[in-house]
RNA sequence: AGAGGGUUGGGUGAGUGGCUUAAACCAGCAGUUUGCUAAACUGUCGUACGCCUAAAAGUGUACCGGGGGUUCGAAUCCCCCACCCUCUACCA
């Protein structure tokens, strides 16, 4: 009885993505989506060094003066607007007086009041305008501000600042002669990057055999641990409009990082998060179908440009990839809560593979553009001595409600903004790889208990 | 892809330039009546942004798929776009 939301998970079913050609364009500027609520206006107002202290947590440049800006812009166009709607409100008058003048069949009277709605007409357009250029001032500055970081989130540069809250799982010692993942997919030929460059490119590998097999049943694994938590299973399209990027944040920001079909306008997701998250965009739900827990599998597409360096060999960065997302909608006062189940949630899925993890608590820097506060869960793997961020679990409070007028009736009859939060459970590459290189014996690569019967094997070999 | 028909509040659905302040009904909410349930009756019932408030109340503007235009005045007339339905064609 987990969320029934009258027809609201209705998710078109399959697409045909071969039909699609896809164009990769860095940089497409067409317009923005109208409609922008204010509240995140609001709190910069009545929080101003909140919001200052807040981005400067995140290393953020020039906060106080863009956050000035914010209000500044924002004062001019409550002027305005103000101004218009007197004016338009005596112009609506005026029209009512003509009509009835009209009817009453006095002409002239009415031709004469005409004269002074032309005069109102031509300021009325004016203000409208400008009215319009500081809304759309105010909406482009605001798509550059990230998210204002929980109190509790430590200030930071970069990943080495983060901090690890806890360890769990022990390092297996493996035998002489163990090797990296991206030798030991070539020993079992089980995944091929050389055929996967051959029909698309690099960082679109060919999962075969047993390794084909793997995948599908991580992504079974997955799904039905995420169902017995409690989630609702959905499949969304994976390719989404821009009204969408938007919503949930990956554009402006993430613009270059997204593959793009120009002909439809239309982006591949780079996660899940974006079509489940926006399957509430514009709702307002009720108080009692909170907690919304869905879950998702989908392919994850991102471009990674500029991000290719020295620890990404094989499978620790794809273009393509495989991951299950899920995601929650809550009242404000228990999204940290819900934050908290889903990392121990993730957490379990780790313990039942048996992978050594930590969690850590990112600093303000290394946060997403668009997260509060976030977690990530780095398994470790063996034969590269390194860790590996398998999963990435975020509370983004307002911010993406905001965007996506998401919101919440209460007892009181008011609307409220939601919280949103998303976490990997889980991302499989990574995963993948660990579990090749921690399981690993000369006999082969044996595989976690619980992933047999996925699987119907026990041995790579 | 071609032709035709559509898109109005949570739902059904009226509305061909001013009597619309978007009718009516259903659902919802509050109340009255009632031994309980049910029914009946009365009231209420959209969203956003302003103004005014300590807050509420009140009040202004905008919104009838989206954008633009005509007009003193547009749900209504014109243009562009999106989506839905039917038929034809094609196709997993």
């Not at 209000?71 to 607007?81: P, S, V, W």
């Not at 990230?146 to 010692?173: F, K, Q, W």
Request: net charge neutral; proline share 5%.
């Amino acid at each position: 009885m987990v969320n029934k939301n009258r027809g609201l998970l209705k998710v078109p079913f399959s697409i045909q993505t071969t039909a699609i050609i896809f164009t990769i364009f860095a940089l497409y500027n067409s317009n923005t989506p109208k409609q922008l609520t204010m509240l995140q206006v609001n709190f910069i107002r009545d929080n101003f060094d909140i919001a200052v202290g807040g981005l400067k947590k995140r290393n953020f440049p020039q906060a106080e003066n863009l956050l000035s800006q914010v209000l500044e812009i924002d004062k001019k166009r409550k002027e305005t607007q103000s101004h218009r709607d007197s004016l338009q409100a005596e112009s609506n008058s005026i029209s009512k007086e003509i009509g009835a003048l009209m009817q009453a069949g006095k002409k002239e009277d009415a031709e004469k009041v005409k004269a002074r709605t032309s005069v109102i007409k031509g300021q009325v357009k004016a203000l409208e305008n400008d009215f319009d250029q500081l809304e759309e001032k105010l909406r482009q500055l605001l798509y550059t501000l990230p998210n204002i970081p929980h109190h509790s989130v430590p200030a930071g540069i970069s990943e080495e600042d983060n901090e690890v809250v806890l360890e769990n799982g022990s390092i297996p010692t493996l035998y002489e002669g163990n090797r990296p993942h991206w030798e030991l997919i070539k020993k079992y030929d089980i995944i091929d990057f050389e055929l996967g460059t051959k029909i698309t490119g690099a960082g679109f590998p060919v999962y075969k055999g047993k390794g084909a097999r793997l995948q599908r049943g991580l992504v079974n694994f997955f799904l039905d641990e995420a169902f017995k938590q409690g989630y609702y299973e959905v499949q969304p399209p994976i390719l989404v409009n821009e009204e969408s990027g938007y919503a949930t944040g990956q554009l402006p920001d993430k613009e270059g990082q997204m593959y793009h079909d120009a002909s439809e306008n239309l982006y591949l997701i780079p996660t899940a998060e974006v079509p489940i998250t926006n399957l509430y965009r514009g709702e307002i739900v009720n108080e009692s179908d909170f907690p919304i827990k869905n879950v998702g599998f989908t392919p994850c597409f991102r471009r990674e440009a500029g991000s290719w360096g020295a620890h990404v060999r094989g499978l620790n960065r794809l273009h393509q990839f495989d991951k299950v997302e899920v995601v929650q909608i809550t009242h404000p006062e228990k999204s940290y809560a819900a934050l908290e189940e889903m990392s121990k949630y993730v957490q379990g899925l780790l313990q039942k593979l048996g992978l050594p993890y930590r969690v850590l608590k990112l600093c303000g820097g290394d946060m997403g553009f668009t997260s509060a506060f976030t977690y990530d869960m780095e398994v470790y793997s063996a034969a590269q001595e390194r860790w590996l961020e398998v999963s990435s679990v975020s509370n983004f409070e307002t911010y993406q409600a905001n965007r996506l007028k998401l919101r919440f009736r209460g007892e009181d009859k008011k609307t409220t903004l939601a919280h949103t939060l998303n976490g990997s459970a889980l991302a499989l590459p990574r995963i993948v790889a660990s579990l090749l290189e921690n399981n690993q014996h000369e006999k082969g690569i044996k595989m976690p208990e619980v992933l047999v019967p996925y699987l119907g094997f026990e041995w790579i070999e």
